[in-house]
């Protein structure tokens, strides 16, 4: 009787490469939510909210924090979860959808609670699936 060996990805050789590409994705998504911040009021869109100025450097910090929230969300599904892309993919489509409810909500000009919720929007587009792709499924 010969026993079948099924190759199993050790978690060295998924977290490396996810943790990797999610860095890259952080960053890329952090530049991109200041840049479209910093285009907005460019563009005359006030940054204030209930009356205090949101910095532009403060949408990459804001970014960079929640982006490294979901980094950890998809290293903890990678580990315990038996499809972590899927879950990973359904569990911050709705996080985004939820991150949008403060900005609805917020005491802002009509303009900038949108360019609050498309920085969102642009954040969760370049993270999510970079480090989807990482995930087994």
Do not use: W
């Not at 060996?5 to 996810?18: D, I, K, M």
């Amino acid at each position: 009787m010969t026993a079948t060996r099924t190759a199993v990805p050790s978690r060295t050789t998924v977290l490396r490469p996810l943790a990797g590409t999610g860095v890259v994705a952080l960053a890329l998504a952090s530049g991109a939510t200041a840049a479209v911040a910093a285009a907005g009021h460019a563009a005359g869109i006030s940054l204030d909210v209930s009356g205090a100025p949101i910095p532009v450097t403060g949408f990459a910090v804001l970014t960079a924090v929640f982006s490294l929230v979901g980094l950890v969300l998809a290293a903890v599904l990678a580990r315990v979860a038996r499809h972590p892309r899927a879950i990973f993919v359904r569990s911050t489509v709705v996080l985004t959808a939820l991150s949008l409810v403060p900005d609805v909500i917020a005491d802002a000009t009509p303009g900038t609670k949108m360019l609050l919720m498309l920085t969102h929007l642009v954040a969760a587009a370049i993270v999510i699936p970079a480090v989807a792709r990482r995930l087994p499924a």
